[in-house]
């Protein structure tokens, strides 16, 4: 079965600071993989997304994200965060079996230092 | 832009009411989904429709039941609420065949039973 690990709950960087948040999918095919970012109180917002091709993806707000098939990995990153990064982040993998549905990490919440 | 709004932001209900909770999207999508989500525990899919009056069970039904009447509007119904559903609800909508399943979220319903 297909299934998504964020093996860290929280993480907490300097603002300025790089960061990399982790996520681990398992499925045997090229998977559709997704980071979404939830802040404070509201609903989730798409960053990037994943399908094929070009193995580094860019996404909104400075963020990007590597696929590792060797690692079934898609670690997000960002070169310099921000405090207004400080959020939950969720790592998505959608379902092969035509439902369109997403499997969702239990997400990583960031806290950004001044 | 995809816009998918809920009724209410904030609820509270007492124990055995009928809660329904409403859900809007503007972008014509086919698919339709309802998602409590828990600290701890991620988003967990409770409902998913792929197109009017079609409803398929999620991961965690039980209590809950769904109306889809309409395509642009997807209802989550709590027949008689119980402390145990105070979470936070998140309405979700995609397209069925032409995107690759990305969910456009709504910002939420925090629901409260005393």
């Known amino acids: 079965a297909q299934s998504v690990t964020q093996p860290d709950i929280h993480i907490t960087v300097s603002e300025g600071a790089s960061l ?3 996520c681990n999918y398992s499925y045997g095919a090229t998977p559709y993989l997704f980071w979404y970012v939830q802040s404070p109180g509201q609903g989730l917002q798409l960053l990037l997304k994943y399908f094929s091709g070009d193995t580094l993806v860019q996404g909104i707000k400075g963020f990007e994200a590597e696929f590792k098939r060797s690692q079934s990995s898609f670690n997000l990153r960002k070169p ?8 939950e982040y969720f790592c998505a993998v959608l379902r092969m079996d035509s439902s369109y549905k997403l499997i969702f990490g239990s997400g990583t919440r960031l806290l950004v230092r001044p | 832009d995809v816009k998918v709004t809920q009724s209410s932001r904030y609820l509270v209900k007492r124990t055995g009411e009928k809660v ?6 503007d ?5 339709m989904f309802w998602y409590r989500q828990d ?3 991620g988003l967990r899919l ?3 429709s792929y197109d009017v009056k079609m409803k398929e069970k999620g991961d965690i039904p039980e209590g809950y039941s769904v109306s889809r009447e309409k395509k642009e509007r997807f209802s989550l119904i709590l027949e008689s609420a119980s402390t145990n559903q105070t979470s936070m609800y998140l309405c979700a909508s995609s ?7 990305e969910q456009y979220f709504g910002p939420g319903t925090r629901l409260t039973v005393t």
């Open chain 2, 39 to 41: 600290p701890g525990l």
């Open chain 2, 20 to 25: 329904f909770l409403e859900c809007v999207q």
């Open chain 2, 46 to 48: 409770i409902y998913f």
């Open chain 1, 20 to 22: 990399e948040l982790r």
């Open chain 1, 80 to 87: 310099s965060v921000h405090w207004s990064d400080a959020a």
């Open chain 2, 27 to 31: 972008m014509d999508h086919e698919n």
């Open chain 2, 95 to 101: 397209l069925y065949q032409g995107g690759e399943g």
